[in-house]
């Protein structure tokens, strides 16, 4: 579905990504790791056409969408959920829903369909849609911003972060709705993610991004096996074979 190309994106004369080069299938959820500053909100700000590349190409369903704009991107069905949520904290839960199906706003009849589908798979904002998001829990605003992003029939979905500043029980919660979109609407998903132990428990692969290069990737199992990723990522090392 996705193939990025030795992608370079520059600050000025400083690379924040280099040649950086992955792929993800149809239906995968693929996790993003490494520590902060080594350039994975870049990538997924770059695949959202919010920053610009400097060199290579990143093909999205054979389509080369190098630098297109945000627009266009959402467009072809890349939904984007940032890191911090960003929602729009005066309005209710349900103008925050409206306000990412704005491809869509004149199809009103399909529009409440997906609102539908928003409720089943996200239960806990039903109730609360004349909420002002402002008052939600972390976890809800967590919700909302991924419900928000469903509203724009996502084929893949970007996710930046959506554990921070959350408790373990609100996490288990978060990532169980997040495996649930992959097998109730076929969602592909990219997952940056710190809490390396959960973004792996539900993904199909994984890549290591250091000082924006990509340094290691495999299976989640592997990578969950991996001395070098435990030692870096998950808080221990386990006996067993020297880490690839």
């Not at 349900?94 to 409720?119: C, F, H, Q, T, W």
């Not at 829990?137 to 996710?159: N, T």
């Amino acid at each position: 579905m996705l193939k990025i190309k030795k992608l370079t994106v520059q600050y000025g004369p400083l690379a924040a990504l280099y040649e950086v080069s992955l792929e993800i299938e149809k239906g995968e959820i693929v996790s993003l790791l490494g520590p902060n500053g080594a350039g994975k909100t870049t990538l997924l700000l770059t695949l959202s056409g919010i920053l610009k590349t400097t060199e290579g190409r990143i093909i999205f369903e054979e389509e080369d969408i190098t630098n297109l704009s945000p627009h266009q991107i959402v467009s072809r069905g890349i939904g984007h959920v940032p890191q911090g949520r960003h929602i729009f904290p005066t309005l209710s839960v349900i103008d925050n829903l409206v306000m990412g199906a704005y491809l869509y706003r004149n199809e009103k009849k399909e529009m409440k369909k997906d609102l539908e589908r928003i409720y089943r798979l996200l239960p806990g904002l039903q109730g609360r849609i004349h909420q002002r998001a402002g008052t939600l829990s972390g976890g809800e605003q967590q919700m909302l911003s991924i419900g928000r992003a469903l509203m724009g029939r996502p084929k893949l979905l970007l996710l930046d972060e959506p554990s921070m500043g959350l408790a373990p029980k609100v996490i288990r919660e978060i990532f169980d709705h997040i495996a649930g979109l992959r097998a109730e609407r076929g969602v592909t998903i990219l997952l940056v993610e710190q809490n390396a132990r959960a973004a792996l428990s539900i993904a199909d692969r994984g890549y290591v991004l250091e000082t924006g290069r990509v340094v290691l990737e495999g299976s989640a199992e592997d990578l969950l096996a991996n001395r070098d990723v435990q030692r870096a990522y998950l808080g221990r090392e386990r006996s067993g074979p020297p880490g690839r």
